[in-house]
T-cell receptor, first 117, second 118 residues
Framework: AQTVTQSQPEMSVQEAETVTLSCTYD???????LFWYKQPPSRQMILVIR??????QNATENRFSVNFQKAAKSFSLKISDSQLGDAAMYFC??????????????FGQGTTLQVKP | GAVVSQHPSRVICKSGTSVKIECRSL??????MFWYRQFPKQSLMLMAT?????????EQGVEKDKFLINHASLTLSTLTVTSAHPEDSSFYIC??????????????FGDGTRLSIL
């Protein structure tokens, strides 16, 4: 079974600075997807960024980028130029890609990010 | 873009009441929907996978008779918490994916339901 681990329960960053959130996962599969979701106090789940395992190039979305290390099974999220609106709980998630899979997401424990003005 | 509508957003009811939560995909067909439960400051825990036209698949430890799931159409799944008790109080979130769009389609989440049992 696949597992996702986020070892940082809480992180803080100064506004305009850069912060990196860690995520590791365990799987025996070779083809899968990895995601970072943001959950602000409103508790709405917002997709931040997605990585396909067969792509070596790290995904980027504006101020958000990932460092995907497939061999190490590591998938960290870097937030550049942090803004107050980035304050939220961030979840790393895994999804199998193989045929017949249900598409369910497996979430890490979450990291609460505080942005200091 | 794709939207998932979840209702109600907040429910407060007495112990022993059964509560139904609806999850609708508004502009796509979802053969599979997912139901999660989330306690404060914790992660989302998958409760069950809802399959259109067939029985739901429950995760280990989730009581099937307690959490009834019905997925009668390609756009609607319901979760009924039967004879709810205070320990069932939690935040419940549904999600769905447009399978017709291919395997790389992301999941879309509803806004969640905060259930409080007195």
């Amino acid at each position: 079974a696949q597992t996702v681990t986020q070892s940082q329960p809480e992180m803080s960053v100064q506004e305009a600075e850069t912060v990196t959130l860690s995520c590791t996962y365990d799987t025996s599969e070779s083809d899968y997807y990895l995601f970072w979701y943001k959950q602000p106090p409103s508790r709405q789940m917002i997709l931040v960024i997605r990585q396909e395992a067969y792509k070596q190039q790290n995904a980027t979305e504006n101020r958000f980028s990932v460092n995907f290390q497939k061999a190490a099974k590591s998938f960290s999220l870097k937030i550049s130029d942090s803004q107050l609106g980035d304050a939220a709980m961030y979840f790393c998630a895994y999804r199998s890609r193989g045929s017949g899979n249900t598409g369910k997401l497996i979430f890490g424990q979450g990291t609460t990010l505080q942005v200091k003005p | 873009g794709a939207v998932v509508s979840q209702h109600p957003s907040r429910v407060i009811c007495k112990s022993g009441t059964s509560v139904k939560i609806e999850c609708r995909s508004l502009d796509f067909q979802a053969t599979t929907m997912f139901w999660y439960r989330q306690f404060p400051k914790q992660s989302l825990m998958l409760m069950a996978t809802s399959n259109e036209g067939s029985k739901a698949t429950y995760e280990q430890g989730v009581e099937k008779d307690k959490f009834l799931i019905n997925h009668a159409s390609l756009t609607l799944s319901t979760l009924t918490v039967t004879s709810a008790h205070p320990e069932d109080s939690s935040f419940y979130i549904c999600s769905a994916r447009d399978f017709q769009g291919g395997s790389n389609q992301p999941q879309h989440f509803g806004d969640g339901t905060r259930l409080s049992i007195l």
